[in-house]
């Protein structure tokens, strides 16, 4: 680890350098000769350099470990040069002096010990970062890496892209050795010069052949699979990082990764379309709409002959895993290729076109698949990748339609995908706030569905609105299974109605452009998922499917899956809509339900009787968030339908207190909110406690409030923590209270998802996107991102995961110098392994609050001036940007969702409220009283209500403004595994 001898002038350098990996450093001057004694625990190396000549001096405390140690050295290509009573010298270009001396070395059972303790940390840890290693300069690395599989030998190979640049192993004695194809960089600018190894070809020890494995972060592996991944049917967004977590995981776990191009296509044709993938061919994949490696229909997959050579193709490439990407079609054909293997491979070798032993090596094939599908249709799964994407370009197209159609006074018809699944035409329905819809599940009679749309339509129109909407699921039917078209729907809207109507067909650009955050997260988390399916698969396991169940990624039987997926289009052919609606998930039975209340607001008679209507308001409190105007609308809409009376309460609690700001909300004045970013209604940070409790509590006495819904973040839940702490002496306070999470940091304790989050993403993700691209553009830069959080590191986890940044510093984490030395070091080596090629802009994510010490300025001039000249850094800070213009689809329905919720939970909490107080008008509190006073949270995937005092003092760290736990973790640790990062 020495190069040239130092000027003493440096001496402080080599000082801070030993500073940061702990070690205890011994500077002795002898003329021109430096020796550097690093003093570890069980680890004692002396490195020298005078004249050019390399020595390393090894300890040995036994006989045995002396023998095991010199052969070690011997099988790596060092020549035995000299025995002398003490010991022997091995040579290469450099010099190894081992000496036989129990006195000098640390004792055999430290030793073990201390090996153990490196093992321990192999998947986990950077042994660099653990104690001092020795670093020797080689041509053959390809072979020394095979040579260490060979003899079962454990290693660390580092940041092994196409080639691996470095790898390091333990040898006997407990001393890490490294071997590198550069010289070996440093954190800091101190020049070193790796001991040089000669390239050695000598047969027996090491593998002359220069295959290179592909790894990061890779756990010891006693087999190594085949592992293929398919694109299949229908393309989907989400594909591509579906497609990349896949690849690098099978790479991370020790495999070797393959894909098949153009589906099953390229199964049957063989050759060229079946081709193993190293790491760095997906970079930026994650960007990219599609799949690119292609998908195609292939009849002859059908036929047993297609599976046949299917089956032949995957033998003669070495494949004995296969995961596959697609709808319920080719999830059905991989379930029965699986299903038919023994018989095919055992066919194949009755016919000689595989030998015993091919056919004893892949006798077993296992399978799993990953839903790629914009529909939405498969059950078992509550959303498959791509289906958000899909989601969000038609609420983009319907969004640009509504100025034209509010311009003109126009109707349009809307044709949406979903042949035997709704979903895309109800959420749009809902996020657009759509006049009409027509869905398969949801099918009218052939003489009264024109009826049905005109009442409404028409009712919309006499109120005042200026613009109608109707989206029509390209599978939409007749109760008789008739379908209804759009043309069909114009010509009503035209005859029966007068309005200038026009078709919009959205057709495929529903399944083009990027991913959104939420299906890259999904098809990422689901790759590593389905990889590690595979690799715990035994011949009697059932083909699997990787899904999402309450915000779980789970494992769910293909079979089962596909059998359900199809008994609802069964459960229609056969005119049961009840049972098909049934056999969907209780949130799409849900919105449907929560659609058609807000939808039919304020002009048909109230569900409720006239003594159970009340008056309830909505306040927002905090920054803006995505998604606040939609809770806005859908919370009035339901409240008008339900027969209550809805106020806004403008610009917070201020505006309360100062202005009096509080106003019935008018149906017409809130139409299109929807589709609006940012607060309507008007938002501060400022408390009730700040504002003045008594002006507070007399306009709600005044007004006659009977519950009030709060939409906000940190300062909404402290705002409602204060009203509920002073309902004692303020009686107006004794009313059913709530909570709407609505953040773009998500650190509300109580929920693991707050309103704004999902918006906030996605526009940060887009501007990752976008300074990748630049970044790439200029081939030798790296941009560091400073995104918003506060004191949460959610979004800059998330972020990572789905811009495929190559780090992220969060405030759980802090910034480390170590972790920042080895993030820079990574850097370099990706850039040099990236030299030329396409898309090789890279980009770090910091936290704003990740470091008091440093700054992004900070940390871009550190990146800078530690890449000794192979890159340059720059700083990027959206800030503002990410509270997100228009709501994603995501925010808005979820919105929805969590305001009709709101309202009925004050609906509920009447009665015990009003018992609060007793015939004195004393506050009788208890637990049930304390309960209408509640957060509106989401666990796994389910709303729940708790208690504002119960999170305020279990769950919240009020100094940090956050909850406690942290749930991102694990994702933490994917985002790295998927980059190669190496954590310390």
Sequence with gaps: MLGRAPPWDDVSIILLFAQIYNLRVFLFRRREIYTLVYQKPLIHLVMTQLNSANTVVFYAPTQELYDATKQFYINLGFSHREDSPKGCSLTNDSSITLLLDPEHAASAEQIQNNIANLLSHINRRDWRTLQSAISLETDALPELIQHFKDKNLHFQTRPNELEPVESYVVDPLGSIVGFTALHNPLATNLKSRSIKLKSTTTSGSLATTASSVDLRQRPMSTHQRNIAVMTSGGDAPGMNANVRAIIRTAIARGHRAFAIHEGYSG?????????????????????????????????????????????????????????????????????????????????????????????????????????????????????????????????????????????H?????????????????????????????????????????????????SAHRTRGKRKTIVIVAEGAICTDLSPIT????????????????????????QRGGPAVAFDRVLATL?????????????????????????????????????????????????????????????????????????????????????????????????????????????????????????????????????????????????????????????????????????????????????????????????????????????????????????????????????????????????????????????????FVVECQGGNSGYIATYAQLCSGAEASYVPEEQISLKQLRTDIESLKT??????????????VIKSANASKALSTETIGEIIADESDGLFDSRTAIPGHVQQGGIPSPIDRCRATRFAIKAVEFLEDKQEIALASSNEIGEFVNSDEVTNTCSVLGVDKSHIKFRSVREVWNVDTHKGKRMRKTVFWQDVRGIADMLVGRVKV
């Design 267 to 407: 199964l049957v044709k063989g050759g060229e379309y079946i081709k193993e993938m190293k790491w760095t061919d997906v970079n930026g994949w994650l960007v990219q709409g599609g799949t690119n490696i292609g998908t195609a229909r292939c009849m002859e997959f059908k036929e047993r002959w297609g599976r046949l050579k299917g089956c032949k193709n995957m033998i003669e490439a070495g494949i004995d895993a296969l995961i596959v990407c697609g709808g319920d079609g080719s999830l059905t054909g991989a379930d029965r290729f699986r299903e038919e293997w023994p018989s095919l491979i055992q066919e194949l070798l009755e016919k000689k076109e595989i030998t015993q032993q091919q056919y004893d090596t892949y006798k077993h094939l296992n399978i799993c698949g990953t839903v790629g599908s914009i529909d939405n249709d498969m059950s078992s799964t509550d959303s498959t990748i791509g289906a958000y994407s899909s989601l969000d370009r038609i609420c983009q197209a319907i969004d640009y339609i509504d100025a034209t159609a509010n311009s």
């Design 409 to 457: 006074q126009r109707a349009f018809v809307i044709e949406v995908m979903g042949r035997h699944c709704g979903w895309l035409g109800l959420m749009a329905s809902i996020a657009t706030s759509a006049d009409y819809m027509f869905i398969p599940e949801e099918p009218s009679s052939r003489e009264n569905w024109a009826d049905k749309m005109c009442e409404i339509i």
């Design 486 to 509: 759009c043309n069909d729907v114009k010509d009503v809207l035209v005859e029966k109605l007068g309005l200038d109507t026009r078709v919009t067909t959205l057709g495929h650009v």
């Design 526 to 782: 689901q790759g590593v998922a389905a990889v590690d399916a595979v690799l715990e698969s035994t011949p009697s396991t059932p083909s699997q499917m990787i899904g999402i169940a309450e915000n779980k990624i789970v494992k769910r039987s293909l079979v089962e899956a596909v059998k359900l997926t199809k008994s609802v289009a069964a459960a229609i052919e056969a005119k049961d809509f009840d049972k098909a609606m049934s056999l969907r998930d209780t949130e799409f039975s849900e919105h449907l339900k929560y659609y058609k209340s807000i939808n039919t607001a304020d002009f048909r008679e109230p569900s409720l009787p006239v003594e159970k209507r009340k008056k309830f308001a909505i306040i927002n409190v905090g920054a803006p968030a995505g998604g606040m105007n939609s809770a806005t609308y859908a919370f009035a809409n339901f409240c008008l339908s339900r027969g209550h009376i809805p106020y806004a309460i403008y610009n917070g609690f201020s505006g309360l207190a100062r202005h009096e700001s509080i106003k019935k909300i008018d149906w017409l004045n809130i139409d299109g909110w929807n589709a609006l970013g940012g607060s309507e209604i008007g938002t501060n940070r400022t408390t009730p406690i700040e504002s003045d409790l008594g002006l507070i509590s007399y306009y709600f006495s005044k007004y006659e409030l009977d519950g009030l819904v709060v939409v906000g973040g940190f300062e909404a839940l402290e705002s409602i923590q204060e009203l509920e702490s002073a309902r004692s002496n303020y009686p107006a306070f004794r009313i059913p209270m709530v909570l709407i999470p609505a953040t773009i940091s998500n650190n509300v304790p109580g929920t693991e998802y707050s309103l704004g989050s999902d918006t906030c993403l996605n526009k940060l993700v887009e501007y990752c996107d976008v300074i990748t691209q630049s970044a790439s553009s200029t081939r030798d830069r790296c």
């Design 830 to 843: 990706t850039f040099h392994l990236n030299k030329g090629k396409k898309n090789s802009g890279l980009v």
